[in-house]
């Protein structure tokens, strides 16, 4: 339920009506906007009389929310929320650009790309030292001794760093960490979501290989009902019939998520295709369609990557998607800072 209070009611009555709610057992979101403020109401509401409600001097509309989701639905909260990483906006009319490896493989490696994405106009730098892999064989990440060299590389350049948690046991070693990722197999992980949503970070939330936007919706859910607001969504690509790339992009997922909820929304289209050569179409096309930013993988020897080599550009070709980048920004009414 949502409850939309009338713009210059007077803040006691706003605060009797908020303690009225809370001592009826139900939680609250509340966003102040230009125009109105608006109560969210998370919780059974059925013991709510709207009637009752909307004959409050204060109250301009009542109306049930009929989604799942609460604190995610724009209905709660009309204005984009805006993220800020290390003074790097996502949302509203920002646009940022997250670049760098898919895992990291030395000290020499992850200060180099970080150094050379960093020129090429990228504000965040990602980097995976525990990777999710389908075969237990290939390489699974340095571990401790990635993230080590990850904070290292931001202490060189000064860059907020982006790195995948995966399990609840390596929370602590997260500390130094800006900006937390779930990965798409964990988005339905459930118990990790609930202890993501506890930490204080801001999350980067990446869409699972089969799941519907609702779903995807549904697992921000659990992050912010643990008192998280913070969240980034990810598209980086479904699993569909199509052989010929790893993964299909949904690009349409952009512009409807713009309509049902209020959080930020970035494209990977590294993982998207899983080719290399698809990196710079997608990258555009994403900025067409209204995408907050980009998280692309980029290595500087991508024959030779340990993970994800495929699908990895090279600093040059970062470079000039970057530059194309900053010609539509202002077609799509973003701005890169």
Same mark, same amino acid.
């Given at each position: 339920?949502?409850?939309?209070?009338?713009?210059?009611?007077?803040?006691?009555?706003? @605060?009797?009506?908020?303690?009225? #709610?809370?001592?009826?057992?139900?939680?609250?979101?509340?966003?102040?906007?230009?125009?109105?403020?608006?109560?969210?109401?998370?919780?059974?509401?059925?013991?709510?009389?709207?009637?009752?409600?909307?004959?409050?001097?204060?109250?301009?509309?009542?109306?049930? $929310?009929?989604?799942?989701?609460?604190?995610?639905?724009?209905?709660?909260?009309?204005?984009?929320?805006?993220?800020?990483?290390?003074?790097?906006? /996502?949302?509203?009319?920002?646009?940022?650009? $997250?670049?760098?490896?898919?895992?990291?493989?030395?000290?020499?490696?992850? #200060?180099?790309?970080?150094?050379?994405?960093?020129?090429?106009?990228?504000?965040?730098?990602?980097?995976?030292? /525990?990777?999710?892999?389908?075969?237990?064989?290939?390489?699974?990440?340095?571990?401790?001794?990635?993230?080590?060299?990850?904070?290292?590389?931001?202490?060189?350049?000064?860059?907020?760093?982006?790195?995948?948690?995966?399990?609840?046991?390596?929370? @602590?070693? /997260?500390?130094?960490?800006?900006?937390?990722?779930?990965?798409?197999?964990?988005?339905?992980?459930?118990?990790?979501?609930?202890?993501?949503?506890?930490?204080?970070?801001? =999350?980067?939330?990446?869409?699972?290989?089969?799941?519907?936007?609702?779903?995807?919706?549904?697992?921000?859910?659990?992050?912010?009902?643990?008192?998280?607001?913070?969240?980034?969504?990810?598209?980086?690509? $479904?699993?569909?019939?199509?052989?010929?790339?790893?993964?299909?992009?949904?690009?349409?997922? $952009?512009?409807?998520?713009?309509?049902?909820?209020?959080?930020?929304?970035?494209? @990977?289209?590294?993982?998207? !295709?899983?080719?290399?050569?698809? =990196?710079?179409?997608? !990258?555009?096309?994403?900025?067409?369609?209204?995408?907050?930013?980009?998280?692309?993988?980029?290595?500087? @020897?991508?024959?030779?990557?340990?993970?994800?080599?495929?699908?990895?550009?090279?600093?040059?070709?970062?470079?000039?998607?970057?530059?194309?980048?900053?010609?539509?920004?202002?077609?799509?009414?973003?701005?890169?800072?």
């Amino acid at each position: 339920m949502i409850i939309v209070v009338k713009k210059g009611s007077d803040k006691k009555q706003v @605060d009797n009506l908020l303690k009225w #709610i809370t001592h009826q057992g139900l939680k609250v979101d509340v966003s102040v906007g230009d125009n109105s403020t608006v109560i969210g109401l998370v919780g059974d509401t059925s013991k709510i009389d709207i009637d009752l409600v909307h004959s409050m001097d204060i109250v301009d509309t009542v109306k049930r $929310i009929q989604e799942p989701y609460k604190c995610a639905n724009r209905k709660f909260h009309p204005e984009d929320t805006i993220v800020d990483i290390g003074g790097h906006k /996502f949302g509203g009319d920002n646009f940022q650009i $997250i670049a760098g490896p898919c895992s990291i493989e030395s000290e020499k490696q992850i #200060i180099g790309i970080a150094e050379a994405v960093k020129k090429a106009g990228a504000n965040l730098l990602r980097g995976g030292a /525990f990777k999710p892999r389908t075969s237990p064989y290939a390489f699974q990440g340095l571990r401790e001794n990635g993230l080590d060299l990850l904070v290292k590389a931001k202490q060189e350049t000064g860059m907020p760093i982006v790195t995948e948690l995966m399990s609840i046991r390596h929370i @602590d070693l /997260f500390k130094d960490v800006d900006l937390v990722q779930i990965g798409a197999r964990n988005m339905q992980n459930f118990e990790l979501l609930k202890e993501v949503g506890r930490m204080g970070k801001p =999350v980067l939330l990446k869409r699972g290989l089969a799941n519907t936007i609702e779903e995807w919706l549904m697992s921000a859910e659990y992050i912010m009902s643990e008192g998280c607001k913070d969240i980034i969504l990810c598209e980086r690509g $479904i699993r569909t019939f199509e052989p010929l790339t790893r993964n299909t992009l949904d690009l349409s997922a $952009i512009p409807l998520l713009k309509e049902l909820t209020h959080l930020p929304v970035i494209v @990977d289209p590294s993982h998207a !295709s899983g080719l290399s050569r698809l =990196v710079k179409p997608l !990258s555009l096309a994403a900025v067409g369609v209204g995408a907050d930013g980009l998280m692309v993988e980029v290595h500087n @020897d991508p024959p030779h990557a340990l993970c994800d080599g495929a699908q990895s550009i090279r600093p040059e070709q970062f470079a000039d998607i970057v530059s194309r980048i900053d010609i539509m920004l202002p077609l799509v009414n973003k701005v890169k800072k």
